[in-house]
């Protein structure tokens, strides 16, 4: 059974930090692109960073110098780090594995 578990979320100050998890089982993790996306209220989801087997790495531009994704494939897991955080990153953050695995999603309040 494929599972994705995001942790991490919850509500921090404009400029904080949080460190995002995804904890997978189930599939050929070490395998597979890895990625985070965010939808905020009323919002399309949209992608936020990906990670390939190689390591190579993208980020949406509004994420660019602030986000850090990475993977520790040892453990299965995929790693969102957030830092100088703006009321604008507000979303519920899900973890997506190629062929279409998706994370149940964890909460992201940013407050100014």
């Known amino acids: 059974q494929v599972q994705l578990m995001e942790s991490g979320g919850g509500l921090v100050q404009a400029g904080g930090s949080l460190r995002l998890s995804c904890a997978a089982s189930g599939i050929f993790f070490r395998f597979m692109t890895m990625a985070w996306h965010r939808q905020a209220p009323g919002k399309q989801r949209e992608l936020v960073a990906s990670?390939?087997?190689?390591?190579?790495?993208k980020y949406a531009d509004s994420v660019e110098g602030r986000f850090t994704i990475s993977r520790d494939d040892a453990k299965n897991t995929v790693y969102l780090e957030m830092n100088s955080l703006q009321p604008e990153d507000t979303a519920v953050y899900f973890c997506?594995?190629?062929?279409?695995?998706w994370g149940q999603g964890t909460q992201v309040t940013v407050s100014s």
């Open positions: 997506r594995g190629d062929y279409n695995y």
């Open positions: 990670i390939t087997i190689a390591g190579v790495t």
